[in-house]
């Protein structure tokens, strides 16, 4: 088994069709520069040869630091034939923690743009086992290539056929919510991650893809599907010009979009406010922290072909299950608005999940867990093909994600949940983000959902203050515009009223204002409640 043996077979199939389409401005157009599946195919080939001759080889790690490019999926194909590891390491989670993960993989290669590789000359120490060395630009300097030179290697070469649980990628967490950990892909994951999300959407070659999340264009690549890079910064979702987006989804009839809701929040507006529609988008799919009822409903208004769609995972494990926007609009956005947490849909065929009692322990078993029923809170656990066992080189990490069931293991995916009578999952926000107070149990999503009924309110956070058990509980709000015109006393006065008069919130006694929430780093939404707790309680004492 390969992963790359997909995208061979798809490029045999599909050779004179574009596969990948870069955009370059030019006045107020953009011109394409093009690269065919045979071609990339092709130029894959060239660079695992060249590669081999400077020296990666099988089982060797490999951190790729490389723009969206025609030439980087070629790249990340190159190092699967060849059974190298490529390591993803999201550049904006912090110099420590990038420094950090690049230490503790230990790489012996490093393909990446000049900047990294003169930085890799300050910090030495982090990159001190790198041995083999190529630049996306610039000439030979040292042991360090330039990835031009490679294409004069042979483009003819026969993949490595590796074990299917062989570690293919490492891939970081974001770190949103502790330490960014490794998170160890195998072929065999990928493969069967692929095959589902082609079958949940329908996906077949004929489809145009917009990855505004750059690695999913490596999945709709390997089923056919042209892959139009958009004109943004894809570790900045949020800075995303939805003009630019516009641009490139009109200039190439593209028929399906993934990325962060903070991507499609602008667009959406930008596509309201202008009345614009996009008739040639049948799937606008949206991941990396709950969506709004809102957003759903907006693009209804300018997708007359298409709907928005919520997958629901994480790193670990993807998919687990989807819902689209119509169905979330129709049966479960009401629900939502009255604190019943985010319906996420059912899982996907082959996956199980199940809601465990909440423990913060190891759970060694699953036999010394304890399985709640429909409707009762607790922690999302979930078992399948598509899940990962185990975390690079961090065996407490490990321990405290995964639960031993025979032969088999269940992941912890550290948000908290029911099922309902449907077998649906419905999302309440993140362990971590849990408020406990003498009176009980109280979760970010439901909670919120409360406080952003009021016009004003653009977001609001849940925060707890104080040691769990014992917590006291507030509200942080991030005002939208029509909020900012309100007196704050005015504000906090209307949402205390809300507050008091709904059981789910009636502990909240306190309402704090931010002006910007912090977000993750990868997908720039989902809200760090933790350091507005921390910020809170240093403003108090």
């Keep these: 088994m390969n992963i790359a043996d997909s995208f061979t077979q798809i490029s045999r199939i599909h050779q004179q069709k574009v596969a990948v389409k870069y955009p370059r401005r030019a006045g107020n157009k953009y011109n394409y520069d093009t690269i065919t599946f045979g071609e990339l195919e092709s130029l894959a080939n060239k660079y695992a040869n060249g590669l081999s001759k400077i020296g990666f080889s099988r089982g060797s790690k490999t951190i790729l630091f490389v723009r969206p490019s025609l030439q980087f999926p070629a790249l990340v194909f ?63 300097v040292g042991n360090c290539f330039p990835l031009a030179a490679l294409e004069n290697s042979a483009a003819g070469f026969e993949n490595a056929q590796l074990e299917p649980d062989e570690m293919a990628a490492i891939l970081f967490t974001s770190g949103g919510t502790g330490r960014p950990k490794g998170v160890v892909y195998t072929h065999k994951i990928y493969t069967e991650q692929t095959r589902l999300l082609q079958k949940l959407f329908d996906l077949n070659e004929n489809e145009i893809d917009l990855p505004c999340f750059p690695l999913f264009s490596l999945f709709t690549l390997c089923m056919g599907m042209t892959s139009c890079i958009p004109d943004m910064d894809p570790s900045k979702p949020a800075k995303a010009d939805p003009r630019k987006l516009l641009q490139n989804i009109t200039d190439n009839k593209v028929t399906f979009m993934a990325g962060s809701p903070a991507i499609w929040e602008k667009l959406g507006d930008y596509c309201e406010k202008n009345k614009i529609t996009l008739p040639t988008v049948k799937y606008l799919v949206m991941f990396g922290a709950p969506v709004r009822s809102e957003l759903h409903k907006k693009f209804g208004g300018i997708l007359p072909n298409g709907t928005t769609y919520t997958p629901y995972g994480a790193t670990e494990c993807l998919p687990v299950s989807k819902i689209s926007g119509k169905i979330i609009l129709d049966q479960t956005a009401t629900l939502t608005s009255q604190g019943k947490g985010t319906c996420v849909g059912a899982p996907v065929p082959g996956v199980e999940v199940s809601i465990i009692e909440i423990n913060d322990d190891i759970i060694e078993n699953i036999k ?70 003498p009176l009980g149990l109280l979760c970010s999503v439901n909670c919120e959902a409360i406080f952003n009924a009021h016009l004003g309110v653009g977001r609001s956070a849940l925060i707890g203050l104080g040691e769990k058990g014992n917590q006291s509980v507030a509200i942080v709000i991030e005002r939208n515009e029509l909020g900012k015109k309100y007196g704050r006393k005015v504000l906090e006065k209307e949402l205390l009223d809300m507050a008091k008069n709904n059981s789910l919130t009636a502990q909240i006694k306190s309402v704090h204002f931010c002006d910007h929430f912090p977000v993750d780093v990868r997908h720039n939404i989902k809200i760090d409640r933790l350091k507005l707790a921390n910020d809170v309680s240093r403003r108090e004492t």
């Excluded at 699967?80 to 420094?99: A, S, T």
């Design 78 to 140: 190159a190092l699967f034939k060849l059974g190298v590891v490529p390591v993803f390491i999201d550049p904006g989670m912090g110099r420590k923690n990038l420094l950090a993960a690049i230490e503790e993989i230990a790489p012996q290669g490093l393909i990446a743009e000049p900047e990294v590789h003169f930085l890799s000359l300050i910090f030495r120490k982090a990159f001190k086992s790198v041995k083999f060395k190529v630049t996306t630009k610039g000439l030979k």
């Design 368 to 437: 010394n867990s304890r399985l709640l029923g429909p409707y009762q809170i607790g922690e999302i656990i979930v078992k399948g093909d598509i899940v990962t066992a185990n975390y690079y080189q961090s065996p407490l990490e490990t321990a405290q994600t995964k639960i031993a069931d025979g032969k088999s293991f269940w992941h912890r995916i550290g948000d908290l949940g029911y099922i309902d009578d449907q077998g649906r999952i419905w999302f309440c926000g993140r362990k971590t983000h849990r408020v406990e107070t």
